[in-house]
T-cell receptor, first 114, second 114 residues
């Protein structure tokens, strides 16, 4: 069965630190990849997505993610975090030739210390 | 325009009672999804609607769970004879069409079964 692993359940950083959140998936075929974010008290919202093309994708608020097919990874990065980035981040994967479903990671809670 | 709305935002119920959770998707979105998010877990897929039909009910955890969608719009998730393990946040999402994958989430209903 397909699965998505987010290795860090909790991450605490100081402002201006660099961020990398790991996401690995288990599926050998073509995938669509997503990062969603849930700020405190708000809805889940799409941060960025990869469908095809340039494996380095840029999203909102200075986030980017790199798809490395050989490593089955889609790690999320930001060079310099802000206190407002405190949120929970979810990685999700769709197996293109499977169905419409998104398979979700368990999420990473990110806390930025001011 | 208006986003996905869900009601109630919070529901506390006694074990054994039935509950109904409602989702209003974004107008014009044909696909609607229900998920469950338990503490510290990722999103667990429950059911998906394309129009009024549910091609995939595979995620419903038991026959106590059912859902319907009428008029290609509003959906209701019903949990009969609630159990304490049903306590979770129930999220609804909609997307423009089945294969768009970009899902727009509502704020969720926090269900507590006492």
């Amino acid at each position: 069965a397909q699965s998505v692993s987010q290795h860090n359940h909790h991450v605490i950083l100081s402002e201006a630190a660099s961020l990398e959140l790991g996401c690995n998936y288990s599926y050998g075929g073509t995938v669509n990849l997503f990062w969603y974010v849930q700020y405190p008290g708000q809805h889940l919202q799409l941060l960025l997505k990869y469908f095809s093309g340039d494996p380095l994708v840029k999203g909102i608020k200075g986030f980017e993610a790199e798809f490395i097919k050989s490593k089955f990874s889609f790690n999320l990065r930001k060079p310099s975090v802000q206190w407002s980035d405190t949120a929970e981040y979810f990685c999700a994967v769709n197996a293109v030739d499977s169905n419409y479903q998104l398979i979700w990671g368990a999420g990473t809670k990110l806390i930025i210390k001011p | 325009g208006a986003g996905v709305s869900q009601s109630p935002s919070n529901k506390v119920t006694e074990k054994g009672k039935d509950v109904e959770l409602r989702c209003d998707p974004i107008s014009g979105h044909t696909a609607l999804y229900w998920y469950r998010q338990s503490l510290g877990q990722g999103l667990e897929f429950l059911i998906y609607f394309q129009g009024n039909s549910a091609p995939d009910k595979s995620g419903l955890p038991s026959d106590r769970f059912s859902a319907e969608r009428t008029g290609g719009s509003v959906s209701t998730l019903t949990i009969q004879r609630t159990q304490q393990e049903d306590s979770a946040v129930y999220l609804c999402a909609s997307s423009l069409w089945e294969l768009s994958y970009e899902q727009y989430f509502g704020p969720g209903t926090r269900l507590t079964v006492t």
